[in-house]
């Protein structure tokens, strides 16, 4: 009962923040909807959290739920966690932008889905780790591992950062309040429940959210293709518009001097899926290797699916004439979505279809937090700092680093631009810095702490030397115009791992110990 007060107490001074110290004239029956599905969704979180396999708790519970969750309930927690809402208004945003030929996460991230679960999902379970981290610990020490942590922590928090400024934009458009009272609400209800639950409260939530998430978005489809004259009207127009780039199939005349910048992303997104907590704690608390494997495969085509309605908001954006409604065209890119939900629906749809974007956005914000969390906590803190660290004590930080992380998270959404760019740079780092060491560890055996650190080092120069608009980083290397620097960077990387490791070859004091 206690949990369900502090909840009806933060959503009543968030009404009361809103009603006496902001200028928002606020959709308040849309606001009143809202609060019975953060409700909902909260409670569920609660209840799943007093279910946990173990009945304790313990870190087991809190960070796999006593690996015993079924396969129909993982193949809708792992099917949550990448469509969140950086993959929804993501999605939309692109499909508007630039055309479909850059709508390349969807099937990108579904390729990773499958890749993982017929090459690393096995493995992973069958040697039952904890973390995505614990073979780079077997293999190339705990120093090396919470260096390896930095880019993982980092793909975490971007991509954390990007869904909720998704939800945030959202928010904005339909319930017309501000961006950051609308992050605020949301982080911390869904970090609140995370924290008290653990994996068994983000798996049942994930449950809920992603049967919102397909019925609000089917409902906004065909209403928003009222206002272009029907599908076939309005992918006719949006080919006019996009020409070439109006394909999901990359050439030289739609691409033109992008082509191999266009490649470098595909593989970035395909390999640089895998390497995360948020997809190995899913196949981590599987309950054995194949319901491992099966709920990755799933996941992969529920990905593309999920796909479907967001492209059609995004065609429907690009080609309706928004004169036609009272606040004329986006005012952004980013607010694609939100503003076919608000304008081109009707009010109850719309409501319906911010329901479905807080439900992806908080089936990815639940599952990130939970995971840097536990990486942080179980391969940094507490091989490093307290190896004694009790069960029940790890379990307890595990929940005070949750808050943590979640804070820092909402912090960096207050400052991003576009949804799309984030969520690429999520991926990107984790693809180039993390993804050949964790291949190595899994599948070389002369791999070494030596090589990893070559290769991390290698990488990480070769990657920042091409620099990044989105995070303001200049570039210090001059790449040739369309040069694949992400993944030359990868590749160099990973081809260090493995030579040093064999110039290198001598035993040191870490290797070898127990995770």
């Known amino acids: 009962m206690r949990p369900l007060l502090l909840l009806f107490g933060l959503l009543g001074l968030t009404a009361g923040y809103l009603a006496f110290f902001t200028d928002n004239d606020v959709n308040w029956p849309a606001f009143a909807s809202m609060s019975v599905f953060y409700a909902i969704v909260y409670y569920v979180g609660i ?6 396999e173990t009945g304790k708790n313990d870190a087991d519970a809190m960070m796999l739920a006593g690996r015993g969750v079924p396969v129909w309930i993982g193949i809708f927690t792992m099917s949550a966690t990448w469509v969140g809402g950086g993959f929804i208004n993501g999605t939309a945003e692109m499909t508007a932008t630039s055309g479909l030929i850059w709508v390349q996460a969807p099937w990108g991230y579904a390729l990773s889905l499958v890749i993982g679960g017929l090459f690393f999902a096995r493995t992973m ?6 973390t995505m981290l614990d073979p780079l610990a077997e293999k190339y020490g705990k120093r090396m591992t919470a260096l390896l942590f930095l880019p993982a922590l980092t793909g975490e928090l971007f991509w954390t950062a990007a869904i909720l400024t998704a939800l945030g934009a959202t928010f904005g458009t339909v319930l017309n309040i501000d961006l950051e009272t609308a992050i605020l609400l949301s982080a911390t209800i869904a970090v609140a429940y995370t924290a ?7 798996a049942m939530t994930d449950v809920v959210q992603l049967i919102i998430l397909f019925v609000g978005l089917a409902m906004i489809v065909p209403l928003a293709l009222e206002y272009t004259g029907g599908l076939s009207v309005t992918y006719a127009a949006y080919q006019d518009k996009f020409g070439a780039a109006a394909s999901l199939l990359p050439s030289r005349e739609a691409l033109g001097d992008s082509y191999w910048t266009w490649w470098d992303y595909a593989l970035l997104l395909v390999f640089g899926g895998i390497p995360w907590q948020v997809y190995f704690q899913r196949v981590l608390s599987a309950r054995d290797e194949n319901s491992a494997v099966w709920l990755s495969l799933v996941a992969g085509v529920v990905c593309v699916l999920a796909a479907v309605a967001p ?16 606040a004329g065209a986006p005012i952004d890119a980013s607010a694609t979505l939100p503003w076919v939900v608000r304008y081109l629906t009707n009010e109850w749809v719309a409501v319906i279809g911010l329901g479905a974007v807080a439900a992806a956005v908080m089936s990815s914000v639940d599952s990130s937090v939970l995971s840097a969390s536990s990486m942080g906590v179980w391969n940094v803190y507490r091989p490093l700092v307290d190896p004694s660290l009790s069960d029940s004590k790890l379990a307890k930080l595990i929940q005070r680093t949750i808050w943590i992380v979640g804070v820092a998270a909402t912090l960096i959404a207050f400052q991003v631009q576009s949804v799309y760019e984030l969520w690429f740079l999520c991926s990107d780092f984790v693809y180039c810095l993390l993804f050949p060491a964790l291949v190595c560890a899994l599948f070389d055996p002369k791999a070494n702490r030596h090589g990893a ?16 608009a989105t995070l303001g980083l200049p570039a210090y290397l001059e790449y040739p115009v369309d040069f694949p620097f992400r993944t030359f960077a990868m590749v160099c990387g990973l081809v260090s791992l493995v030579l040093v490791s064999r110039v290198l070859p001598s035993a040191f004091p870490e290797e070898g110990e127990e995770v």
Do not use: H, P, Q
């Open 311 to 326: 492209v059609l908001i995004g065609m429907v954006s690009a080609t309706v004439d928004w004169s036609v409604t009272e």
């Open 196 to 202: 008290i639950g653990g994996l068994w409260a983000v």
């Open 453 to 468: 650190l070559a290769g991390f080092l290698v990488a990480g120069f070769l990657r920042f030397g091409g620099g990044d």
């Open 47 to 52: 209840l799943a959290g007093k279910k946990k």
């Open 125 to 130: 379970r069958r040697r039952n780790y904890c």
